[in-house]
């Protein structure tokens, strides 16, 4: 079992930086693929990124690439999500979440919208941008 606990989410302006942190805790050896998810009100929840291992194999949604930056220090157990320029569209809950068993570099990439494919869940930071 992995424990995953976010935080960091908080209310910015357009155009401001933030960054969400999640904490992983338990069984996290075979959680070798990591992903942030992000829900807004009335809208379906979406892939952000995803990362593999120690920083590699780095997926991204069109609508944050060249803003958001995902990683991971596997010593602390901690995934990170690094948010700049944010935008008003960018205001959602956003979620961490783990495999259960490894998978591929490639796996992990080719699943950065597949909620499916991740096991466990945190109950997600909150993050508000207003204009």
């Known amino acids: 079992q992995v424990k995953l606990v976010e935080s960091g989410g908080d209310s910015v302006q357009t155009g401001g930086s933030l960054r969400v942190s999640c904490l992983a805790s338990g069984s996290t050896y075979s959680s070798n693929c990591m992903a942030w998810f992000r829900q807004a009100p009335g809208k379906k929840r979406e892939g952000v990124a995803t990362i593999y291992n120690s920083n590699m194999f780095p997926f991204y949604a069109d609508s944050v690439k060249g803003r958001f930056t995902i990683s991971r220090d596997i010593a602390k157990n901690t995934l990170y999500l690094e948010m700049n320029n944010l935008k008003p569209e960018d205001s959602a809950m956003y979620y961490c979440?783990?495999?259960?068993?490894?998978?591929?570099?490639?796996?992990?990439?080719?699943?950065?919208?597949?909620?499916?494919?991740?096991?466990?869940w945190g109950q997600g930071t909150q993050v508000t941008v207003s204009s």
């Open positions: 979440a783990a495999v259960e068993r490894p998978i591929s570099g490639g796996a992990c990439q080719r699943n950065g919208n597949n909620q499916g494919a991740f096991r466990y």
